[in-house]
């Protein structure tokens, strides 16, 4: 089974950056699974753009590239 592909529009963009200048907790889905970490960087990992989160109950840093992605929302502003 293949899941959808989340396509970014630069008002997504523009949201998910903001969540990482203010430290904000951003659930994304990737493979089926739902994370919810909190946005610290966005960067390259293999030629494409990726969120640098961090999980709030064991503080590991997970790297998720944005074309990976199915689906991202901000938790709270």
């Known amino acids: 089974m293949t899941m959808k592909k989340f ?12 969540a990482v200048r203010k430290g904000l907790r951003v659930a994304v889905s990737r493979r089926g699974t739902e994370f919810i970490v ?6 390259q990992k293999d030629g494409a753009d990726a969120l ?12 998720f590239r944005l074309q990976d ?5 901000v938790i709270g502003d």
Do not use: I, K, N, Y
Request: no cysteine.
């Open 7 to 18: 396509r970014w529009t630069p008002s997504q963009m523009d949201r998910l950056e903001h």
């Open 38 to 43: 909190v946005a610290v960087r966005l960067t």
């Open 52 to 63: 640098v989160g961090h999980l709030p109950m064991t503080g590991d840093e997970l790297v």
């Open 69 to 73: 992605l199915e689906s991202f929302q």
